[in-house]
């Protein structure tokens, strides 16, 4: 069954996601939750009451030609690895584009964790799209950065990434 996430499976959602991005930490994890976390934007594949795959569905604006477009952006998009191969993501991603169209997002985009996955990814239609820029200014850094801890610091944009 796929669904939008309650708030009660927030542990479930964490332990996912750890289990499937083993780089992240716990903290990580935590911090994205508590800024981002909205029921509506999270979607879920159940096994009885458990999650065992989820996608951030997180609504984003596409600016061109002088226009802003809704779309979706698909982040943190993971299935348990025991859960692996049986299909229970692609039916997941079929439900969070479905739920795009609903929305009126006209566009839904993502970027792989590895370069592997892009493969995977064009069965559902996904393409290259985007390029990748990098700016870097010596004076500047991101406000809401500022009165956590006091400043900024200086990060490559593969550590901010």
């Known amino acids: 069954m ?16 750890l289990s499937s ?17 909205q029921p509506e934007n999270c979607f879920v594949a159940l096994e009885g009451t458990v999650p065992v795959s989820m996608a951030f569905a997180l609504p984003a604006h ?48 993502l970027r792989p964790g590895e370069e592997s996955l892009s493969a995977y990814y064009a069965r559902f239609g996904y393409r ?13 850094c991101l406000s809401s950065l500022m009165g956590r801890g006091g400043g900024c610091r200086r990060v490559s944009p593969e550590d901010y990434a």
């Not at 996430?5 to 964490?14: E, G, N, R, S």
């Not at 290259?128 to 500047?140: G, I, L, Q």
Request: charge should be neutral; charged fraction near 20%.
């Open 62 to 109: 596409f600016h061109g030609m002088g226009n802003y477009y809704p779309i979706q952006y698909i982040y943190a998009a993971c299935t348990r690895p025991e859960s692996r191969g049986q299909g229970i993501f692609s039916g997941l991603l079929r439900y969070a584009l479905e739920q795009a169209e609903t929305r009126g997002q006209i566009a839904s985009f």
């Open 2 to 17: 796929f669904t939008s996430a309650l708030p009660d499976w927030l542990p479930a959602i964490k332990e996912l996601w």
């Open 21 to 37: 991005f083993p780089g992240d930490t716990p903290g990580d994890v935590e911090a994205f939750l508590a800024l981002n976390f």
């Open 128 to 140: 290259p799209f985007f390029s990748k820029h990098t700016r870097v200014t010596e004076k500047r």
